[in-house]
């Protein structure tokens, strides 16, 4: 059994494709889904269908695997079963858990609400009406309702990981752009994006002077970063950071991840984020066959340093734990501990801005750019998809235009976030 569609899941299913043996994946939604270029979908660059592939086509082909679309509900490791939303109870002799991680508001569940992160289809695309809506608002109420004019043209990115710095650069080239293209009454120059990271500096993870050219690349596309800023309180219009309120008409959350309720359902240790801790061959202890890997797994590498919880991560630990099960059902030598072999750090600012570190070198700019481009293309899922997302970024970096911009998914008159006028243009 397999819970979760996602890149760890799927590397395992392709692992025990060949194996004697019935595979079943488990997932809520029918498709697998591309996250790391979520931000894209939100932002207008690429369309769902362009980073998204149906689990049954993906895996059509591997004939001792069946899928079901459904939610696990909890396991049972004792007798082996997992039960399911819709009733059913499954027995498993090797259970694979690679449910993910959402959205963790640090307490503040609340904010929610207010700030939606991005992990869904359905996040980006909401996230994308609230942007696009927001510059409709501002073009069509200039004169009715100059006092928000400035709110709506606000918006604010809570976090200074990867995700954040990804997402506030691409709004910023989208809102500018779009101003300066199609709209008649709004300039670049009324445009007012933000980014809140509550630590030092941008992008933890990667060395300082990284960090640094990230900055010096938002600030170039005119983001407004705040370091060391605090987010107190998040409401339907606005966001105080420390003492200060900024009204805005897009808020949008990318500052920690929670782990799915794996830890909950195995009754077992996890660490502070949630995540289940297991052995070094990625099984859970005393939980003889459940393994749980990619960002519902804590494990540490061959130094001693925790796995990052990214995509390539993932992958190796589903095809590790497909060995190990293989070994297992052929009775054939356990193939050792999991071992991380990391291909380094990525981030991407906006049009040729980014930043890499491979540990051995570091890049910045346009080859970092390049790099990152190259590296995401070859992620996707099947040859259509990278065949058009190559296609439309080669397009957008000529022309600057978003193709996707379409306001879909919400109702303009239903906005949540923002507090709109009633009143019609005369």
């Known amino acids: 059994m397999i819970i979760g569609a996602g890149f760890g899941g799927l590397a395992a299913a392709r692992g025990l494709r060949r194996l004697d043996a019935q595979v079943t994946i488990i997932d809520r939604q029918n498709h697998h889904l591309f996250q790391p270029l979520l931000y ?24 001792n695997t069946r899928v079901l679309l459904d939610t696990v509900t909890g396991v049972d490791s004792a007798t082996r079963t997992i039960a399911l939303e819709s009733g059913t109870t499954l027995d498993y002799d090797a259970l694979i858990i690679a449910t993910g991680a959402t959205h ?20 980006a ?18 004169q009715q309702m100059p006092e928000t004019r400035d709110q709506q043209l606000t918006f604010v990115v809570i976090g200074g990981g990867p995700t954040g710095v990804e997402m506030a650069g691409a709004i910023a080239e989208l809102t500018r752009h779009a101003a300066d293209m199609d709209f008649r009454y709004i300039s670049r120059q009324c445009i007012r994006v933000m980014l809140v990271e509550a630590g030092p500096r941008l992008l933890g993870a990667f060395p300082e002077e ?108 589903g095809e590790h734990v497909a060995r190990v099960i293989a070994a297992s059902v052929k009775g054939t030598k356990h193939p050792g501990p999991f071992a991380y072999k990391s291909y380094g750090n990525l981030a991407t600012i906006g049009r040729r801005r980014a930043v ?39 397009w957008s970096y000529v022309t600057f235009d978003r193709g996707a911009r379409l306001i879909t998914g919400i109702s303009a008159a239903k906005m949540p976030h923002a507090v709109w006028s009633e009143r019609q243009p005369k």
């Open 40 to 63: 894209q979908v939100a932002t207008a660059g690429l369309s769902p269908a362009e980073i998204a592939a149906p689990i049954r086509a993906i895996v059509r082909r591997y004939r």
């Open 104 to 123: 963790s508001y640090f307490g503040q569940d609340h904010w929610a609400e207010f700030a939606p992160g991005i992990k869904t289809i359905d996040d």
């Open 125 to 142: 695309i909401q996230v994308r009406a609230r942007i696009l809506v927001a510059m409709e608002r501002a073009e069509t109420e200039r």
């Open 210 to 317: 990284l960090s640094a050219e990230a900055l010096i690349a938002l600030e170039q596309l005119g983001v407004e970063v705040r370091l060391n800023g605090r987010v107190t309180d998040i409401a339907a219009d606005a966001v105080m950071v420390g003492d200060e309120r900024v009204a805005a008409a897009a808020i949008i959350w990318g500052a920690g991840v929670q782990a799915s309720p794996a830890a909950k359902w195995l009754g077992v240790e996890a660490d502070r984020a949630g995540r289940v801790i297991v052995a070094s061959d990625m099984q859970v202890a005393d939980r003889p066959g459940v393994y749980v890997i990619g960002d519902t797994a804590s494990v540490a590498d061959k130094d001693g340093r925790p796995v990052p919880g990214v995509a390539p991560a993932a992958k190796q630990q």
């Open 356 to 394: 890499a570190d491979f540990g051995w070198t570091r890049l910045s700019g346009w080859p970092a750019w390049f790099v990152w481009s190259t590296a995401h293309i070859f992620y996707l899922t099947d040859f259509r998809s990278r065949l058009i997302v190559g296609a439309q970024w080669i």
